[in-house]
């Protein structure tokens, strides 16, 4: 009875104590003020540029209807999440102009728009989905004629080679093709010359599909057209697989990556599983952020352990990689490990001239960690296992991924990235991005974003549900 009584005045304590902290319950609650970000507009250095109706008033696609037009109080926050709790919330609030059709345009269906399109950097799936989007959406919804495709990257605008006239008909399929037929590279940015292009072609809208370089470009680009007082649009799709690119919530063929990336992790767990102490190795893609090694272990359920850049590992001692996969395999006789292709760029041993080396785009030339890794443990296990059987299978899937069409998702995505695009420039805006910000398409400048950096969150629930999938240790030295 004792026993009894107490639990029951526990209950009671707690259930008031549970009562009390409810009727403590904000009802009601303000916000910091938040801040309109600056979209730039032509009419900022340009005056008495006509306006006119939207074509699509007269569309026989649309029936625009009442809220189908957004104005300039039309916002997006970009923090949507807050903790109420906490008396220094940042202030001010940050809100961007909401993507989509304006009732007014400033570019004249009936005048002369002539539109260039180019893609810049590496291969992300959905690059040819974006071209075809923009090349229908411009032609179909406002009746833009002439367009253009610009080839090779930023270098095409003034190496001479002809630029690619585009309709419907022609970029009908692309969608279902992967990599870019527009054909890209990196490097070949001069301001001067490609921004002497752009006006000597007539080319009054620029729309650029590329990375955090290519974004860094389209500022320059943005600001010496602005400094010139050209009547010039631009705007960028940032494109980039390993979902780097900050603000927006993700890059598109990101979601292909992640599904891709499946098949090489299935077929590293099928040769780790067949082998005796078998270790398959998949090398993903990932320089800064390790969102797509992140995604897809959360996926895959059958990877052991996961590497990224912004979570250091070690090899050697107590809490290590080695002592993890030791264990991992007297356990379970198999083990898969993940590791993001930025992931320990400070432990693998380089020369002073690797240290210094850089690609076309100006970035640092990482080592294989893939390779380097799977040395590592084959010299590991020789050393201390050396009459005992050893296999690691490493699989990089890269160039794979990077090249294959997008999916459905990104398929979806990539049509209403270039149809906000397109709405957006069509009402004058210059120098931004579109993209989706907590799920609400957006107009964010250019420079915004080229500056931004999306890396995985090693404190918040995504790399926690990462631990608990994996069990792998947090290799935090002690």
Known sequence: MAGSSFTGITNLDTTAAAASEHENELSSFSLPPATLQKLPHLTDY?????????????????????????????????????????????????????????????????????????????????????????????????????????????RGFYSGEAAVRLDPKMVHNWHRRGGTLLETSRGGFDLDKIVNAIQDRGFNQVYIIGGDGTMRGAVKIFNEVRRRKLEIAVTGIPKTVDNDVGIIDRSFGFHTAVEMAQQAINAA?????????????????????????????????????????????????????????????????????????????????????????????GNPVFLDVGGWLKSELKRWWARDHPNELFTVKHIDPTYMIRAVPANATDNLYCTLLAHSAI???????????????????AYIPVEEVAQAKKEVNTKDHQWAWVRSVTNQPDFVRV
Not at 283 to 297: D, N
Not at 341 to 351: C, L, N, S
Not at 425 to 440: C, D, E, K, L, Q
Request: glycine share 12%.
């Open 423 to 441: 709405h957006g420039v069509m009402a004058g805006y210059t120098g931004f991005v579109s993209g989706p910000i907590n799920g609400n398409y």
């Open 46 to 154: 340009l005056q008495n540029l006509h306006r006119s109706t939207n074509p699509l008033e007269n569309s026989r696609f649309y029936h625009p209807s009442d809220g189908f037009y957004l104005t300039r109080n039309d916002v997006v926050l970009r923090e949507i999440t807050f903790d109420l709790s906490l008396t220094d919330v940042a202030s001010p609030l940050l809100a961007y102009h909401r993507a989509g059709p304006r009732k007014e345009v400033y570019f004249r269906p009936s005048g002369h728009v002539s539109a260039a399109i180019v893609t810049c950097g590496g291969l992300c799936p959905g690059m040819n989905t974006v071209i075809r989007e923009l090349v229908v959406g411009l032609w179909e919804l406002y009746g833009v004629r002439d367009i253009f495709g610009v080839k090779s990257g930023y």
């Open 269 to 361: 767990h099928v040769e780790a599983e067949s082998a005796v102490n078998g270790v398959g190795l998949v090398k993903l893609m990932g320089r800064s952020s390790g969102h797509i090694a992140l995604h897809a272990t959360l996926s895959s359920r059958d990877v052991d352990c996961c590497l990224i850049p912004e979570n250091g590992f070690y090899l050697e001692g107590k809490g290590g990689l080695f002592e993890f996969l030791e264990d991992r395999l007297k356990q379970n006789g198999h083990a898969v490990v993940v590791v993001a292709e930025g992931a320990g760029q400070d432990i693998v041993p380089r020369t002073k001239a690797q240290k210094e080396e850089e690609d076309e785009s």
